[in-house]
C-alpha cells in the first residue's frame, strides 16, 4: 500500500475512532502509526473532519424542507416542464438534505467533535512515539504524576506558561498550543496533554471524562475551567480509568 491510498482509505475515517476496528482500515492505521508524516496528516485530517461535522450539527434545516423534497419526488416530467422554478428549488432541497446525511455519516454522536478530535490527536502523536522535554517544571510535574496513587492534576498544578518556557515538549493541535510529558505507573507507559481551555472540547469535557479506543490504544479528555487535557496509553481505558 502507497502512503497516497493510505490517505485515500483514511479520508473515510470517522474522527471518534468508531471504524477501528473495520478491516477494510486495519493496514491503513498501521502505515499511520508507523509513518510520521502520514500520521501528522491523520490527525490533522480528522481534526478538520470533527471541525465539520460540529459546525454542521449546529446548522437547522429551513422549514418546510421535507415537503420540498416530496414534492419535487412527485413533479412529472410534464409539471417539470410547466414549473422549471419549482423543480430547482426542489433540487436543491436535497441536494443539502443529501449534503447533511453525507456529512452526518461520518459525524460521532459522543463524544463530542471537539474532544473525540482531541483524543485522536493524542493517541496518534503516542503512537508516533515523538517525546522529550526537559526543565525542572517538568520533571516535578512528572515526579508528581508518577506518585502511586496520585490523581491527575488541576488547574491549581499546572503553570503553562513555565512549562512551555522551561523545555516542556510543545505541539501544535488546530492552531492551539499543547504541552505534553511521558510517565509511568504500574508498568504502564501514559502520555498526558495539557491545552489552555478555550472552547476546544465543547462542553462535554468540562462534565467528565471521554473516553475513545483505538488499535493503538486509547484516550481520555476532561477540562477545568483553565485547560484542557488529554491522556494516552497503549495500556487501554481501563489503565486510563485508574488514574482518574
Known amino acids: 500500500m502507497t502512503i497516497e491510498e493510505a490517505r485515500f482509505i483514511l479520508s473515510a475515517y470517522r474522527p471518534n475512532g468508531s471504524d477501528s476496528d473495520l478491516p477494510a482500515f486495519g493496514d491503513?492505521?498501521?502505515?499511520?502509526?508507523?509513518?510520521?508524516?502520514?500520521?501528522?496528516?491523520?490527525?490533522?485530517?480528522?481534526?478538520?473532519?470533527?471541525?465539520?461535522?460540529?459546525?454542521?450539527?449546529?446548522?437547522?434545516?429551513?422549514?418546510?424542507?421535507?415537503?420540498?423534497?416530496?414534492?419535487?419526488?412527485?413533479?412529472?416530467d410534464t409539471q417539470r416542464s410547466r414549473a422549471p422554478g419549482m423543480a430547482w428549488i426542489a433540487g436543491l432541497a436535497a441536494a443539502a438534505a443529501l449534503a447533511i446525511v453525507v456529512f452526518s455519516m461520518k459525524a460521532p454522536a459522543r463524544?463530542?467533535?471537539?474532544?473525540?478530535?482531541?483524543a485522536a490527536f493524542a493517541i496518534n502523536d503516542m503512537a508516533n512515539e515523538r517525546h522529550g522535554g526537559k526543565g525542572e517544571p517538568a520533571i516535578a510535574l512528572v515526579?508528581?504524576?508518577?506518585?502511586?496513587?496520585?490523581?491527575?492534576?488541576?488547574?491549581?498544578?499546572?503553570?503553562?506558561?513555565?512549562?512551555r518556557d522551561t523545555g516542556c515538549r510543545k505541539l501544535d493541535f488546530a492552531g492551539h498550543?499543547?504541552?505534553e510529558v511521558c510517565f509511568s505507573r504500574d508498568g504502564s507507559q501514559f502520555h498526558f496533554y495539557v491545552a489552555r481551555r478555550d472552547g476546544l472540547t465543547g462542553d462535554s469535557a468540562a462534565?467528565?471524562?471521554?473516553?475513545?479506543?483505538?488499535?493503538?490504544g486509547a484516550a481520555a479528555v476532561w477540562s477545568?475551567?483553565?485547560?484542557?487535557?488529554?491522556?494516552?496509553?497503549?495500556?487501554?481505558a481501563a489503565a486510563i480509568r485508574r488514574l482518574l
Open 28 to 76: 491503513a492505521l498501521r502505515m499511520a502509526a508507523g509513518d510520521p508524516e502520514l500520521g501528522a496528516w491523520f490527525a490533522r485530517s480528522r481534526a478538520h473532519d470533527a471541525a465539520v461535522s460540529l459546525k454542521l450539527r449546529q446548522i437547522e434545516p429551513p422549514p418546510g424542507l421535507r415537503e420540498a423534497i416530496l414534492a419535487g419526488a412527485r413533479v412529472s
Open 111 to 118: 463524544p463530542e467533535a471537539g474532544t473525540a478530535a482531541l
Open 143 to 163: 515526579a508528581e504524576l508518577e506518585t502511586k496513587g496520585a490523581r491527575m492534576p488541576g488547574a491549581e498544578w499546572i503553570d503553562f506558561e513555565r512549562l
Open 177 to 179: 498550543e499543547v504541552l
Open 207 to 216: 462534565r467528565g471524562p471521554s473516553f475513545i479506543t483505538e488499535a493503538a
Open 224 to 236: 477545568d475551567s483553565r485547560f484542557d487535557y488529554a491522556i494516552a496509553s497503549a495500556a487501554g
